[in-house]
């Protein structure tokens, strides 16, 4: 029984620790243990293949192949979540594909005890560790490359640059996953020693995303909150004209009706203030500022939300079209308003 608590022991820690260090509730427990389902679930089906390919494949190709077809299926329910935009953010891949990685890993954690031969609660301990830090660093780079191409498909659907140094930075996550996952299951030598090399090649690299995902927001936020202050400015200001985004609006005022066209500039004007407020709070998040919103502050984000959605229902189609280029969330905006109003929907119960 102790030694099944041991195999545990890894996933567990793990959960503990986003539990402490996700002061910004990004995932409930919930949905993290639901993440840690489908790893499961993604080793049952891994072991069902194994055991039919087995009988097929030699030692030499299933220690290749093997670990290659445990990255694919386990990337699977991040690829879902990745097209569902809930994949945007560094600590969101982080947290999803470690998860899915510690379910795989804790059903083959006790796979190991009850198949393998007997082994010594040590050596259960550091098994169990070593697992772990594979399934759960490699899932994590995988999530983090997903992260990445959310972000490129956005850009380009939009026509904006694409930099070739954030493709290569996704596709280098993947390959790097695969990589070494299949050089982990081809090469050993002193168990300590590939530990702590393990350790070291995904701690490297994980905090090398990091870094490149801050410049990324960074870029993110310097790119739009600025043009989207002016923007908001010249709005209240009836001077619409002194902007790029307010000549766009001007130009489409004759094809609207006056009413419309008012209802128009309610939209953009709310879509912005909206936009403005979230990426305000990601920033003060960014800083380590954990200061709560003020009743009226929650009233006023739920209240604009609310009015940006009945203006959204109540626009045309052909409306909405024309203002398309203008009211734009990309993932990582969109990301940052759900959290918001997620923050202020948790302040108002």
């Not at 539990?19 to 639901?34: A, R």
């Not at 939009?158 to 790097?176: F, I, T």
């Not at 985004?245 to 939209?267: A, H, Q, R, W």
């Amino acid at each position: 029984m102790i030694s099944y608590i041991a195999a545990l022991l890894p996933v567990a820690i793990y959960i503990l620790v986003v539990y402490e260090l996700d002061s910004f509730s990004l995932l409930s427990i919930k949905k993290i243990l639901l993440l840690v389902g489908c790893g499961i679930v993604a080793a049952l089906v891994c072991y069902g293949l194994f055991w039919v390919l087995d009988g097929f494949l030699s030692e030499r190709v299933s220690e290749i192949l093997y670990p290659l077809l445990e990255e694919l299926i386990k990337a699977l329910p991040l690829l879902v979540l990745a097209r569902k935009k809930r994949i945007v953010f560094f600590i969101d891949s982080v947290i999803c594909g470690a998860a899915v990685g510690g379910g795989f890993s804790i059903l083959e954690n006790i796979f190991y005890l009850v198949l393998g031969d007997p082994m010594a609660m040590g050596t259960v301990v550091f098994r169990g560790l070593e697992v772990a830090l594979i399934h759960m660093g490699c899932t994590a780079l995988m999530a983090a490359s997903f992260m990445f191409m959310v972000r490129l498909e956005e850009r380009y659907r939009a026509r904006l640059s694409v930099k070739r140094a954030d493709v290569a930075m996704a596709v280098l996550l993947m390959v790097s996953a695969l990589a070494i996952h299949v050089l982990h299951n081809s090469l050993h030598f002193n168990p300590f020693l590939q530990f702590f090399c393990l350790f070291g090649v995904m701690a490297g690299l994980l905090v090398w995303t990091y870094q490149y995902d801050g410049d990324m927001i960074h870029r993110w936020l310097d790119r739009g909150l600025d043009k989207q202050v002016s923007l908001l400015q010249a709005i209240k200001e009836g001077q619409l004209g002194d902007t790029k985004t307010g000549e766009f609006l001007m130009s489409v005022k004759e094809n609207f009706p006056p009413e419309v066209f008012f209802d128009i500039i309610c939209y953009v004007q709310l879509n912005v203030e909206l936009s403005v407020a979230a990426k305000s709070r990601f920033m003060m998040r960014e800083a380590g500022v954990d200061l709560p919103l003020e009743k009226e502050q929650v009233d006023a984000y739920l209240s604009q939300y609310e009015e940006f959605k009945i203006l959204e229902g109540q626009l045309g189609k052909s409306a909405r079209m024309a203002i398309a280029p203008v009211v734009k969330f990309y993932p990582a905006d969109r990301k940052a308003l759900e959290d918001l109003l997620a923050e202020c929907r948790a302040a108002r119960r």
